[in-house]
Every structure is written in structure tokens, then in C-alpha cells.
């Protein structure tokens, strides 16, 4: 690729997996993919950080071949996001937030009732989503310390991603043999519900990864807590908002440490890359970032990684990592197989999300007639929401993010549900970091660089 169709074209991804050389496409063939792809003047070459294998996924076809062709060298023993526990200062209320606003239900607790004397959690859920909201709830002693310091630093913030597998001794095993960090060992957790397993390591920055291995369990959460059965009195008032699953977490950290963090995945997870947005020119007029996507084994997992890079004013990755105070996860995106349902009734729970010039959509129908893509969903109504659509010829994508979940710049959600279209939303990058650009604009951040 030239400069000159550099400078026209603002966004150059790269997508590329660790791939045998020759497997798959060429390079070419890929391209063409690319730019057949939501009909934007995309350029593909492949990432210079990788091995010379030709760039591989097309979201399609490609999958079934690269699993069994990786299975044999990692056995994976992932099957989806487990939970997520965040340290806040009153778990109570940001339970509740996530309650009212985007209509979860309050499924355990544990605390002093349940003769948890140090660290008061309450956990809600929505279809398998399962957030864990903990406190401590003593002056002094090891987890006011614990928890107290990850707040001061952080403020409320993902304290551990837990993943639900198959050998969680394995898993574990394998990790500390290829220089994890460990938080915990395999430790067996019993009630009368049965029994899980569960082993820690440290991630990035101070977030850490579980590995839950929920052997014959049928309690609420995990041995220990208390179900809670009582309906929320909301959830009368609007319909369910019906997100399903974590389709994927991104987590952002300082400039040049993507690399560092993602190799970490390889070797000490066993995962891959599966997808990336180009180093050098994914940006707005004035900022930019990277984004590496691991997944394991199975790619029933993804984490996209973030860092910031420079542009004419401080990246969104960088406002973040100022905010959070280093690494840490930017947001978790929730699926649901009806947007504009969920969507409609978060709103009407008072969730905020980004707004999206009409321009968007002008430019979007536009090039949507010279695609043979059809978006089932009516297009008014997905403008209407600041619903955003990326396409390419294996289907589409519709997703929307919310503001920050919290007073810091720093957490926030996406809503997305796919229509056989595995992307992240390249072709929204440039509208939606301008659409951040204009809330870190409004917070007096996006200051020149
Ligand atoms: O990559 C993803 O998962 C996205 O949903 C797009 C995105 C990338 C980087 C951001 O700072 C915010 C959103
Ligand atoms: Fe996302």
C-alpha cells in the first residue's frame, strides 16, 4: 500500500490468526474478502508482529478448520465467561444499578447473614451473565485492605474474570508451568448444593483470570452464598431486556504493553490471535489506538487487548488507563438475539448510551445498496436507537455502547447481537471513537498531545 492511499483510507486492518504458513487464503484472496467487507475501502496486509503466515479468518468457513487444527496442541477446557466479580464500595448499590438499569436479577448473596464476616457480595445475573459485586465490610483487616486499595487506585472496577472450564486443575497446571502468577490454587468449594473448583491467577495490572470448573453444581452461585429467590418489584414495571451471554471482555493497557499482553495469553494461556486492528492507522482526526483479539482453543472466549497510540489528541485508551491507573478492563460486551427489544427497554430503565450523527446512517444505507447484505431489522428504528451495523458478505453485526458505568471514564458496555457475522465492529471504529471523542471532549480530556 502506498502513503498517499494510506492517508485517504483512515482505517487499515489487519486480521490475522497464527496460521501454519499456506493453509489457508492468500493474501490477495483475503483482500478481496476485505473490501467486498461492509463495502468500506479497507486494506489488508499482514501484521508484521506475527509469523509470515497469510491472514487466515473470513468469520466463516474458517473456524472448524483452524480448531482441529489447534486442538491438538492445546486441549482448550473452555466453554464461556463464568462470572465476573467487581471490587466496589458498596456492593448493595452498584447491585442495584446494574438492577435498575439494566434489568438483571439479584440471584445470591453472601455476608454477614451467611457468616461471611469480612466481604459482603451480591450477585445478580441475566440469562448466563453473571456479575459479583463485592465490599469489605470491616474498618481494618485483610480484605478491607485488599479491596480498599483496588478501589483507591481504581475506583469500582473488574476485579477477576473467571472462565468456565472443564479441568480447572489442568488448566491451571498448565499455566503456572509457563510462569503464571498465582492467586490461588485449585481449591475444591463444597455446600450442600455440591461442589466446585476453582483456581486463580494474576491477569494484567492488578485484574486476575479464575478458572471455575463447576463439577456436579447446583446452587445459585458458588458454595456459600445464600440464593436469592425474590423477584426484583422492577422487573414488573418493564419487560425483560433479554441479554444473554458475554460475547466478549476488551481490556486497555499502556502504550506499548498490547504485545507483552497478548504473548502472555499464547504462552501461559495456550490461546491465539484471532483477529487485529491495524497498529498504525486505525484513528479518528485525532486519536488512535491497537487491538489485538485472543481467544482460546475453542474461541468460545474472546478478549480483544487495547493500548492507546498517538495522534494529534489524547487517546480514549490513554484517558482510560490515566483514570483506572494502568491496565484493566475497558468493557464487557453483552449479547442478545433482539437489539432492538433490549435496547428499547434499557432506555426506558434510563441506561445512557453514545449517540451517533445521522450522517451515519446516510452513509450507511448508501453503501448498503451496492452490498448484497440485507439487515432484517428496520433500519429507522435501529437509527432511532443509535443502534450501529457492521456488515460483511458472511452477514452483520449490530451493536451500541453505553457511557461509563461509573464516575470514572473507565468501565462501560456494549449491547451486540450478531447475525453470523463474527467481527468487533471495525467498520464503526471511526463514529464510534469520534462519538467517545465527543464525551472525552466534554470531560476536558481530549487534550492535545
Ligand atoms: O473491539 C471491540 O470489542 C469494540 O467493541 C470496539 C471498540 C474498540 C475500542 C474501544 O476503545 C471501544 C470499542
Ligand atoms: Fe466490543
Request: with cysteine; hydrophobic share 35%; proline share 5%.
Amino acid at each position: 500500500m502506498t502513503k498517499e492511499s494510506r492517508g485517504l483510507l483512515p482505517l487499515n486492518l489487519v486480521l490475522s490468526t497464527l496460521t501454519p504458513p499456506g493453509s489457508f487464503e492468500t493474501p490477495h484472496a483475503w483482500a478481496g474478502f476485505i473490501s467486498k467487507s461492509s463495502g468500506h475501502k479497507y486494506s489488508v496486509r499482514p501484521s508484521k508482529s506475527l509469523n509470515s503466515a497469510p491472514p487466515a479468518v473470513n468469520f466463516r468457513g474458517r473456524f472448524t478448520a483452524l480448531r482441529r487444527r489447534r486442538s491438538g496442541k492445546f486441549s482448550s477446557g473452555y466453554q464461556s465467561f463464568d462470572h465476573v466479580t467487581f471490587y466496589v464500595g458498596n456492593a448493595l448499590q452498584a447491585a442495584t444499578f446494574y438492577i435498575a438499569r439494566f434489568g438483571f436479577s439479584p440471584v445470591a448473596y453472601s455476608g454477614l447473614e451467611t457468616n461471611s464476616r469480612d466481604v459482603a457480595t451480591h450477585v445478580i445475573r441475566q440469562g448466563t451473565i453473571t456479575f459479583a459485586f463485592a465490599s469489605a465490610l470491616n474498618p481494618e483487616g485483610k480484605m478491607t485492605d485488599e479491596i480498599g486499595k483496588h478501589i483507591w487506585k481504581h475506583g469500582d472496577g473488574a476485579k477477576d474474570i473467571a472462565f468456565k472450564v472443564t479441568d480447572c486443575r489442568g488448566i491451571y497446571a498448565k499455566a503456572m508451568e509457563r510462569g503464571a502468577t498465582s492467586i490461588r490454587e485449585p481449591t475444591e468449594l463444597k455446600d450442600e448444593h455440591g461442589t466446585v473448583l476453582i483456581a486463580s491467577i494474576h491477569a494484567f495490572g492488578d485484574t486476575t483470570h479464575s478458572f471455575v470448573e463447576r463439577v456436579d453444581y447446583k446452587g445459585p452461585f458458588l458454595p456459600g452464598f445464600r440464593a436469592i429467590t425474590e423477584e426484583d418489584p422492577l422487573m414488573k414495571l418493564t419487560p425483560a431486556i433479554g441479554l444473554d451471554f458475554i460475547d466478549h471482555i476488551v481490556s486497555n493497557h499502556p502504550d506499548h504493553q498490547m504485545e507483552s499482553v497478548v504473548q502472555w495469553y499464547e504462552r501461559v494461556l495456550g490461546w491465539h490471535r484471532f483477529w487485529s486492528v491495524d497498529d498504525k492507522q486505525i484513528h479518528t482526526e485525532y486519536s488512535s489506538l491497537r487491538s489485538i483479539v485472543v481467544a482460546d482453543d475453542s474461541e468460545k472466549v474472546k478478549c480483544p487487548v487495547n493500548e492507546p497510540a498517538k495522534g494529534k489528541k489524547k487517546s480514549q485508551i490513554q484517558e482510560y488507563v490515566e483514570y483506572y491507573g494502568g491496565s484493566g478492563a475497558q468493557h464487557m460486551a453483552l449479547h442478545t438475539s433482539d437489539i432492538i427489544h433490549a435496547v428499547s427497554f434499557l432506555k426506558q430503565r434510563g441506561c445512557k448510551f453514545l449517540t451517533i450523527p445521522s450522517s451515519y446512517y446516510t452513509n450507511l444505507k448508501e453503501r448498503l445498496k451496492h452490498s448484497p447484505t440485507v439487515i432484517k431489522e428496520d433500519m429507522d428504528t435501529l437509527q432511532k436507537l443509535n443502534i450501529l451495523i457492521d456488515y460483511d458478505d458472511t452477514g452483520y453485526l449490530l451493536q451500541i455502547f453505553t457511557k461509563p458505568s461509573q464516575d470514572r471514564p473507565t468501565l462501560f458496555y456494549e449491547v451486540i447481537q450478531r447475525h453470523g457475522h463474527q467481527g468487533f465492529g471495525a467498520g464503526n471504529f471511526k463514529s464510534l471513537f469520534e462519538a467517545i471523542e465527543r464525551d472525552q471532549n466534554d470531560r476536558g480530556n481530549l487534550t492535545d498531545m
